[in-house]
């Protein structure tokens, strides 16, 4: 028997009698189907707020920085798109005293905020782009610029979604969101020019691979949130 007649064989006998497990990306699609993405990102004006947060938090940040000193500033604003909506997301539906039911009874909370993250997470790729596209003088800059974008994007995603899945307090994402921008603004201040020449030389490559680790890292986690059924399945 060749490998495609064992694979053919094993999904008529789960076909008939046993349920298959679901993939991560699967899982995705049916939950995106059922909660539709009005659910996942509300509706225009809460949209409009996040960005005119987004913006006004951005246009601060490289209002106060010198031209000298714009790698440290890109590398700062790259995860607030991120931080900001998923700041939103967790603080306005945990003090809805509906959260829970809003879930459904087929997904938890922590599936639920999986998947908002994994869309946010997209928004946050394509605003970190432009940041870099705004603060790069050209395209040479800016292919070595916008790996190290990301890298701030992921790290800060990563770390963001271990609050959520470790610590169950309502508070816990709120001041996470708050140490990371305290700590954004005062290391690079801290630092002074030597942390604009670390970022100014740090080598592509490891930028990138820093860049490609981070996003497996955070895809890991979205996977393990999503097939916490039944740990968390009355998690709060």
């Known amino acids: 028997m060749n490998e495609r007649e064992k694979n053919a ?23 995106a189907r059922a909660l539709g993405l009005r659910f996942i990102f509300w509706d225009t004006g809460y949209s409009l ?11 601060a940040v490289f209002a106060f920085t010198p031209r000298d000193y714009r790698r440290s500033a890109a590398v700062g604003a790259a995860p607030l798109a991120f931080l900001i909506i998923t700041l939103f997301a967790e603080v306005s539906e945990r003090a809805s005293g509906l959260y829970e039911l809003k879930q459904t009874c087929r997904y938890t909370v922590r599936q639920v905020a999986a998947l908002r993250a994994l869309c946010y997470s997209t928004v946050g790729v394509a605003f970190t782009a432009v940041v870099a596209a705004a603060s790069a003088s050209g395209a040479r800059e800016f292919a070595s610029l916008f790996p190290v974008c990301l ?30 921008v305290s700590f954004s603004l005062t290391f690079p201040l801290a630092l002074g020019q030597s942390w604009e020449n670390a970022l100014r030389d740090a080598p592509v490559a490891l930028s990138a ?9 955070f895809i890991h986690q979205i996977s393990r949130m999503l097939s916490e059924v039944k740990v968390y399945a009355v998690a709060s």
């Not at 707020?49 to 246009?59: G, H, K, P």
């Open 9 to 31: 064989s094993i999904d008529y006998i789960l076909a008939r009698g046993l349920v298959k497990p679901q993939r991560a990306r699967e899982r995705i699609a049916e939950m």
């Open 49 to 59: 707020l996040f960005a005119a947060v987004t913006v006004a938090m951005v246009v």
């Open 151 to 180: 890298s701030a994007l992921f790290i800060c995603a990563v770390l963001g979604l271990s609050v959520m899945r470790f610590i169950r307090a309502q508070w816990a994402y709120a001041a996470y969101s708050a140490v990371w």
């Open 209 to 217: 691979a820093l860049a490609a680790v981070g996003a497996g890292i």
